[in-house]
């Protein structure tokens, strides 16, 4: 019988309906890069100190100069170098009272300024950015810091629980039907958590894009693999991730132009209208009747194979069901498990890289510039390499060299920012070579007819990395900086090696039943596909 893949090559594999669906698809997976990753702008957490009532008074009285005002009024670093103290704890002193010197004020409350009592921040905070974020405009730090943790997860939460119900909308109504109501979803809770009046409210909606925006660029994802030739499927699918690393390039552009938080949310959220374009329906189908294309496809499907349903007269697309009978076999369990294992530690390490970068100091917006670019290589080494050499072994090879990178920044002096920057940037490229060729695997082993629905409960465990990547990051740096990156090396390199378990799928058609789908697990060398001809010959008179 037929495949699906030979009647796109007889129709046209790459076309203009292709191209026009491709380009809109695109802006659907860089407007996703502000959501899963925006969490570094949006709760960037800038250097901070209790307010002290009567303290601006008094530095404008004395003249003090910024460094003054904080060497007199602020406390020092606590045991080890800990900035708990400078950033959570103030002197128990009344800066009004009118005994207090110029020089030295603290001076006649105490001969040392160590043993005055300390007391929490109980007036809020003064911060040292020039923009907002979440953290200064909800003062989620100190006591508090951990609810910028539950602000990312949140949104992990979301792509967990929306994989699963997106994942089978699309599958059961049309991946069409799925991309124009979540990404609505997703633009409307976008722009009113632009709006939102306080925290619980914009963890809210947080959680109601992330509930729709993975599920809808999923969806996409497998949409443009199902529109195109096998001879395209590999390139749109490798190109349609570059497009989020041009969303990453885009967004640091964004945050830099636009420091407070809330226009920047604004700002990467109303794009995404845009997306509404997508339901002009094809225009080569406009106007077929069941009958015309029964005509154009009857010598590619077999009528016994294949049961024909109904036709919508509105957007002239043919609807077709195959039975799939064929039950899964116990064999596939194992593989299956190392695609969750994949997929969760990719997760933990991307994401993980980025927030560690962007918790460890430097420049911010330069940090993420240099980590961002890094992922165009990556994607053109897929591309140069998944043909000749195959999924299998680039995929190993780039999960022990983002556990090799992590491990080696451990061993790089901070005041070294440039090296740990640059190492940081290796790790990130080759997380993300994994992160895209698990996307292809994953879209190559699964049957048509429940791949969305695979590939999204395949991806719920990259959410569970990601539910709790914020507080393995925030949480484990405040112990130790590099305790995070010990993390990282050691799913890396663990990662590395089961992934020479799974089986090759270079050259291999996508799978269209259960059966197609076992036979690419099957260690085995497969089966040749062989056509059988019966020729029949006559004499010619004087041959």
């Given at each position: 019988?037929?495949t699906v893949?030979?009647?796109?090559?007889?129709?046209g594999?790459?076309?203009?309906f292709?191209?026009q669906?491709?380009?809109?698809?695109?802006?659907l997976?860089a407007?996703f890069?502000?959501i899963?990753?925006?969490?570094?702008?949006?709760?960037?957490?800038?250097?901070?100190r209790?307010?002290?009532?009567?303290?601006a008074?008094?530095?404008?009285?004395?003249?003090?100069?910024?460094?003054?005002?904080?060497?007199?009024?602020?406390?020092?670093?606590?045991?080890?170098g800990?900035?708990f103290?400078?950033?959570?704890?103030?002197?128990?002193?009344?800066?009004?009272?009118?005994a207090?010197?110029?020089?030295?004020?603290?001076?006649?409350?105490?001969t040392?300024?160590?043993?005055?009592?300390?007391?929490?921040?109980?007036?809020?905070?003064?911060?040292?950015s020039?923009?907002?974020s979440?953290?200064?405009?909800?003062?989620?730090?100190?006591?508090?810091?951990?609810?910028?943790?539950?602000?990312?997860?949140?949104?992990?939460?979301g792509?967990?629980?929306g994989?699963?119900?997106?994942?089978?909308?699309?599958?059961?109504?049309?991946?069409?039907?799925?991309l124009?109501?979540?990404?609505?979803?997703n633009?409307?809770?976008?722009?009113?958590?632009?709006?939102?009046?306080?925290?619980?409210?914009?963890?809210?909606f947080?959680?109601?894009?992330?509930?729709?925006?993975?599920?809808s660029?999923?969806?996409?994802?497998?949409?443009?693999?199902e529109?195109?030739g096998?001879d395209?499927?590999?390139?749109?699918?490798?190109?349609?991730?570059?497009?989020?690393?041009?969303?990453?390039?885009?967004?640091?552009?964004?945050?830099?132009?636009?420091?407070?938080?809330?226009?920047?949310?604004?700002?990467?959220?109303?794009?995404?209208?845009?997306?509404?374009?997508y339901?002009?329906?094809?225009?080569?189908?406009?106007?077929?009747?069941?009958?015309?294309?029964l005509?154009?496809?009857?010598?590619?499907?077999?009528?016994?194979?294949?049961?024909?349903?109904?036709?919508?007269r509105?957007?002239?697309?043919?609807?077709?069901?195959q039975?799939?009978?064929?039950?899964?076999?116990?064999?596939?369990?194992p593989?299956?498990?190392?695609l969750?294992?994949?997929?969760f530690t990719?997760?933990?390490?991307?994401?993980?890289?980025?927030m560690?970068?962007?918790?460890?100091?430097?420049?911010?917006?330069?940090?993420?510039?240099?980590?961002?670019l890094?992922?165009?290589?990556?994607?053109?080494?897929?591309?140069?390499t998944?043909?000749?050499i195959?999924?299998?072994?680039?995929?190993?090879?780039?999960?022990?060299?983002?556990?090799a990178?992590?491990?080696?920044?451990?061993?790089?002096s901070?005041?070294?920012h440039?090296?740990?920057?640059?190492?940081?940037?290796?790790?990130?490229?080759?997380i993300?070579?994994?992160?895209?060729?698990v996307?292809?695997?994953?879209?190559?082993?699964?049957?048509?007819f429940?791949r969305?629905?695979?590939v999204?409960?395949?991806?719920?465990?990259?959410?569970?990395?990601?539910?709790?990547t914020?507080?393995l990051?925030?949480?484990?740096?405040?112990?130790?900086?590099d305790?995070?990156?010990?993390?990282?090396?050691a799913l890396?390199?663990?990662?590395?090696?089961?992934t020479?378990?799974?089986?090759?799928?270079?050259?291999k058609?996508?799978?269209e039943?259960?059966?197609d789908?076992?036979n690419?697990?099957?260690?085995?060398?497969?089966?040749?596909?062989?056509?059988?001809?019966?020729?029949?010959?006559?004499?010619?008179?004087?041959?």
């Open positions: 019988m037929p893949d030979d009647v796109l090559e007889q129709v594999g790459f076309g203009w292709q191209k669906a491709f380009l809109t698809l695109c802006l997976s407007a890069a502000p899963y990753v925006g969490i570094v702008f949006l709760g960037f957490t800038p250097d901070h209790c307010r002290n009532p009567g303290v008074e008094l530095s404008q009285r004395c003249g003090w100069s910024r460094d003054e005002e904080l060497n007199y009024t602020v406390p020092g670093l606590g045991a080890e800990d900035a103290t400078r950033q959570c704890r103030r002197y128990e002193v009344d800066w009004n009272q009118s207090l010197g110029c020089v030295d004020p603290l001076a006649g409350l105490a040392n300024s160590s043993h005055l009592p300390l007391g929490p921040c109980g007036h809020g905070w003064v911060y040292d020039p923009g907002s979440i953290v200064t405009e909800f003062n989620l730090v100190c006591g508090d810091s951990w609810k910028v943790d539950l602000f990312q997860s949140c949104v992990n939460v792509f967990f629980l994989s699963l119900g997106v994942g089978y909308i699309a599958d059961r109504f049309g991946r069409k039907v799925c124009l109501g979540t990404s609505f979803i633009t409307i809770s976008g722009v009113l958590m632009a709006f939102a009046p306080g925290y619980p409210s914009m963890l809210f947080r959680f109601l894009q992330g509930l729709v925006s993975k599920g660029w999923t969806a996409g994802y497998i949409l443009i693999t529109f195109v096998p395209y499927r590999k390139m749109v699918a490798i190109l349609y991730q570059m497009v989020f690393a041009v969303g990453l390039v885009l967004l640091v552009g964004i945050a830099y132009a636009l420091p407070h938080w809330r226009w920047l949310q604004l700002a990467v959220s109303l794009p995404t209208f845009l997306f509404a374009f339901y002009c329906p094809p225009r080569r189908l406009l106007g077929v009747t069941c009958d015309s294309l005509t154009l496809l009857s010598p590619f499907i077999l009528p016994h194979d294949i049961h024909c349903v109904s036709l919508s509105g957007c002239g697309l043919l609807a077709c069901h039975q799939f009978l064929a039950p899964p076999k116990p064999q596939c369990l593989l299956m498990c190392i969750f294992l994949l997929r990719s997760s933990v390490i991307y994401q993980g890289l980025i560690h970068m962007g918790a460890s100091g430097g420049s911010l917006y330069l940090d993420f510039l240099y980590s961002a890094v992922e165009f290589p990556a994607s053109f080494f897929i591309i140069l998944v043909d000749r195959g999924r299998l072994y680039p995929l190993a090879v780039s999960n022990l060299m983002a556990g990178a992590c491990f080696t920044m451990i061993f790089v901070h005041e070294l440039w090296l740990n920057v640059a190492v940081a940037c290796v790790g990130r490229m080759g993300t070579i994994v992160f895209q060729m996307c292809l695997v994953n879209a190559e082993l699964y049957p048509t429940v969305n629905l695979g999204m409960v395949c991806s719920s465990l990259c959410d569970v990395g990601g539910i709790i914020p507080f990051v925030f949480r484990l740096t405040e112990v130790w900086q305790l995070p990156l010990m993390l990282f090396a890396g390199l663990v990662a590395g090696g089961v020479l378990l799974l089986p090759e799928t270079k050259g058609a996508l799978p039943t259960i059966e789908a076992e690419l697990w099957r260690t085995g060398k497969p089966k040749e596909n062989m056509i059988y001809l019966q020729v029949q010959t006559s004499e010619f008179s004087g041959a």
